[in-house]
């Protein structure tokens, strides 16, 4: 037989916290304290440990990394920026066993924007040049707008709710142009100011995560298909690559495909 509780206890405790006022406000803002400092805690630990634990289908979700071989075994620390444009067509020429990949190429470019004769606002910009695949490889869902439009398009691109505020005072941006400043590439391709368009708004990555931007773009635009152009060789360090395994296949397969295919390049 199982006695139930009564509610003399929780009357004698109501009883004794009136009695003492003070000292009970005391106790709960201890213990309210304690609970709030215990919540923020993990919520650090899981955004500083596990800052990726969101993204759909993370248990198949790779990204390259590699390191150097010099003389005499000397070994250096893994690099998250690869070969990234060659690797990935050699892995699709290949027959790697991945689904949706894509290439991230990183630039930092100042952007101006002003409606207004003498008002401007001059921000520098960490752009990511990508494929159309890390909508689906990052579960990547706008704020507002349309993403594949700000990939697919040789004038869109999509930014950051943080960088559109900085940019132009604003999260509700879309359709707002702005001018970044491209400089000369070493191709002899012009430099300039190119108008963007904002076709999409992003939430503001986590500084924690894989993938840190404030603009994300595709590789339609000339200037882009350009840079894409200069960063197709093995001994640039180009950008970084993302795929998601196919089911079944491991990352241990995957690695010594990437390391034959390293491997037979001259360098």
Known sequence: MTLLP??????????????????????????????????????????LLQPDGELPEHDRLVAFEWRVRGPGGLTTEWFDRVPAVPL???????GAPVGPMSRVLFTQLPAHAGEAPGVQRTLPLQIALADDDPQDLFGLHPLAGDL????????G?????QAAEQLFGTQQVLGRSFRIS????PDGSPGGQFALTVKAVLPTPNLNGTLVFDALAGFHAPAAQAYLKLSDNWYQTSGRLFARLQPGAAP????????????????
Do not use: M, N, Y
């Not at 803002?29 to 923020?40: F, I, R």
């Open 88 to 94: 990935k067509a050699a892995l699709r020429d290949s």
């Open 182 to 185: 491209l400089p000369p590439l």
């Open 252 to 267: 241990a397969q995957l690695t010594a495909l990437a390391q034959r295919l390293a491997d037979q390049q001259p360098l």
């Open 6 to 47: 009564t509610s003399t206890p929780w009357r004698s405790a109501w009883r004794q916290l009136r009695a003492e006022p003070g000292p009970a406000a005391l106790v709960i803002a201890g213990l309210a304290l304690g609970l709030a400092l215990t919540l923020l805690t993990a919520s650090f630990l899981q955004d």
């Open 157 to 161: 691109i999509a930014l950051t709710a």
């Open 148 to 155: 594949h439009a700000a990939l697919s398009t040789p004038e």
